[in-house]
């Protein structure tokens, strides 16, 4: 049976970002920067695991699990004619609209609406999902527009009943009461290859008591949005007209033209050069020429869109006067302020225009603070060590006594540079064994590993010091025992800096120095296109380094007598394709295996900005929750730590080109 054309949640979701997505949506011949397999994300912040949780708290609930729509709004329909009934994936739909809601549960002419969420929610600190001035706050938006459009579809469907609609969360204030709970909701696959959460039969009332999950009623902040105050911004049409609207033109399959705005940096629906000669259409590019009147060659030059660190209204504003291609704006457009911290280098503003300037100038130079630099490299002492931690945030605890959430550090890599200029792969630390809390033997071994001298450590970008903040707070209120927990405080504190809602304060002796902020102040390739990101900057200064193309020409890294590696052999990390350097990330083995070749591509391209947290972490998931061969986890282990070592292989090979360059 072929389905009708329904608006779903999922495509209420898309109009609310941009009613044109709506029409791109579905179509093969439109590329679509989003993964395939939704399970590779949902195993970065446990979404499924915590879907199935939730339905443990509602025993003897009924699944829906037929496919075809019209089936599940048939079976559907058949239960809540049951004057007490809980539905799982209950289908309900109107003409044009359709639902499929995680739990409703049914007693008499009531209705109770749960939808499940992943993102966290502390119910001890009575968080309000609204602003002092009356309005939601943005970051729970789109999760309130989720519910409020199921519950607006429930009443349209059947009006008879009394609707009252929930938001179901994991609470970052509840405490896991049993260890081994999030082994028990494990990731399989069925004959068809579709994948699902399997609950384990060892599930039983001690895990379930006191909950995890939070239930908060939405009812006042979905009145909020059918009335139209729940922002500032004014509303031309009601709710009702709005979802009518989308749904009238998504049935019909018409697009829907929007106008150009910040919004359309994050637009899916675009191609990458490599993706084009394979003759996908690219939404964005459709949406910019129709309103514009752009030509191709229009897109040849980068727009305000991809100005590093612009606000989003800057971004607008400029759109909406009409300057919009980069080399449009003018050193007005940005309020171009110095540094505030009393650091030397770059500021914000002055990177920005930097960006712009080049670029109207046609510069593809590079810019380097050659006499500040230098007198910052000076102050390091050697050796030096470089450090990158892989980390996941866990939905449901690995052990009693943890809260949801909770951070996990599962890996980190280590490099050292001598002071006479010997680089050599010096540790590494990874634990995947399922269910295990790694933290303490994480910083044990880090400790372990930088504590035999008094050299400068390097981070990149403030991730690692906000996870020893995490891990210190860790080892610091556990009622367990902990025999070294003094030492292991003492050793974060001496190399980190306490974070904003830290209870202590304090600045480490050898606090980490973060060379994203370095890079920022005092180095700028136009080659990375603004961004500041070590997989775009290693590469750029690979291209302009003779001394690191020579050097990393030879095969000598993870050779006898060249660089130690833990896991590489004689590799050669330059190779020049067409007189460019050959992204290094690029000559890695494939991470996953098993997933679509379209999926590996975005894995890999956006390796370091998926949910925050990366493909590493996706891949800490999988051994996590996923059942595989004993040879599949291996290889996985084995990619995770080549990925890992060149993390830090990259920031060495940063210092040794900026070294190069002054």
């Known amino acids: 049976m072929i389905n009708r054309r329904y608006l779903t949640k999922s495509g209420f979701r898309l109009a609310m970002e941009c009613p044109t997505k709506l029409f791109y949506t579905g179509k093969p011949e439109y590329a679509n920067q989003e993964l395939d397999d939704k399970f590779l994300l949902a195993l970065a912040d446990g979404g499924f695991q915590v879907g199935e949780l939730a339905k443990c708290y509602f025993p003897g609930g009924r699944e829906i699990k037929a496919q075809d729509y019209q089936a599940a709004i048939d079976e559907t329909k058949k239960l809540l004619q049951l004057e007490e009934v809980t539905i799982f994936e209950a289908v309900i739909a109107t003409n044009t609209l359709l639902i499929r809601s995680d739990i409703i549960v049914k007693n008499g002419n009531q209705l109770n609406l749960y939808e499940v969420k992943a993102k966290s929610f502390n119910s001890r600190k009575e968080e309000s999902f609204v602003n002092q001035d009356g309005t939601l706050k943005s970051s729970w938006r789109k999760y309130l527009y989720d519910v409020a459009f199921q519950k607006y579809v429930i009443n349209q469907a059947f009006p008879q009943y009394t609707v009252s609609a929930y938001l179901m969360m994991p609470d970052k204030s509840a405490i896991c009461p049993t260890d081994g709970l999030n082994q028990k909701f494990r990731v399989v696959k069925n004959a068809n290859g579709r994948k699902s ?57 018409t697009k829907i033209i929007s106008q150009i705005s910040s919004v359309c940096s994050s637009c899916q629906f675009h191609t990458e050069n490599q993706v084009e000669s394979l003759g996908l259409l690219s939404g964005k590019k459709e949406c910019w020429k129709e309103s514009l009147g752009w030509s191709e060659t229009d897109f040849d030059c980068p727009t305000v869109i991809d100005v590093w660190n612009l606000s989003a209204e800057k971004k607008s504003e400029k759109i909406k006067a009409g300057r919009i291609k980069m080399s449009d704006l003018t050193i007005a457009d940005i309020n171009i302020q110095p540094r505030r911290d009393g650091k030397s280098g770059l500021s914000m503003s002055e990177r920005q225009w930097l960006q712009i300037e080049k670029l109207k100038n046609k510069d593809a130079s590079i810019w380097i603070d050659r006499a500040n630099l230098k007198i910052e490299m000076e102050s390091w002492k050697f050796p030096l060590h470089f450090i990158d931690f892989e980390t996941a945030m866990v939905a449901i605890p690995f052990n009693a006594g943890q809260s949801p959430y909770e951070g996990i550090a599962f890996q980190f890599s280590h490099h050292i540079v001598h ?71 003492h050793f974060i504190k001496t190399i980190s800096r306490s974070v904003n809602n830290s209870s202590e304060i304090w600045t480490g002796q050898r606090e980490m120095i973060d060379l994203w902020d370095i890079v920022k102040r005092y180095y700028y390739d136009p080659a990375t296109n603004g961004s500041n990101s070590i997989k775009h900057v290693l590469p750029a200064i690979l291209n302009n380094s003779t001394f690191l193309q020579d050097k990393y020409s030879k095969s000598i890294y993870g050779s006898v007598n060249g660089i130690p590696s833990f896991n590489f052999k004689d590799w050669k990390w330059v190779k020049i394709n067409n007189g460019k350097v050959t992204d290094p990330y690029s000559l890695l083995p494939k991470l996953f295996q098993n997933i679509s070749m379209r999926d590996e591509e975005i894995l890999s391209k956006n390796c370091d900005e998926i949910n925050n947290g990366g493909a590493a972490l996706i891949a800490y998931g999988m051994m996590q929750f996923e059942e595989m061969t004993d040879y599949e986890r291996a290889e996985i282990r084995n990619a995770l730590l080549k990925y890992c070592e060149l993390d830090t292989l990259a920031m060495a090979m940063l210092y040794e080109g900026l070294k190069d360059l002054i």
């Open 419 to 489: 002071e006479n200029g010997k680089l050599e792969h010096f540790g590494q630390f990874l634990n995947t064994e399922r269910g295990v809390f790694p933290n303490y033997d994480f910083v044990r071994e880090l400790m372990r590993q930088l504590n035999n001298d008094k050299g400068s450590i390097f981070c990149y970008s403030n991730h690692e010091n906000t996870f020893l903040n995490t891990i210190y707070r860790q080892i610091s209120t556990d009622n367990g025992i902990i025999d070294d927990r003094a030492a292991l405080c």
């Open 197 to 253: 959460i399997l609950v384990s039969e060892n599930l039983n009332e001690a895990d379930l008591e006191p909950t995890i999950l939070c239930e908060v009623k939405v009812d006042n902040e979905c009145e909020m949005i059918y009335s139209n105050k729940d922002s500032n911004s004014i509303q031309l049409e009601s709710f009702k007209k709005r979802v009518d609207f989308y749904a009238d033109q998504y049935v019909s399959d």
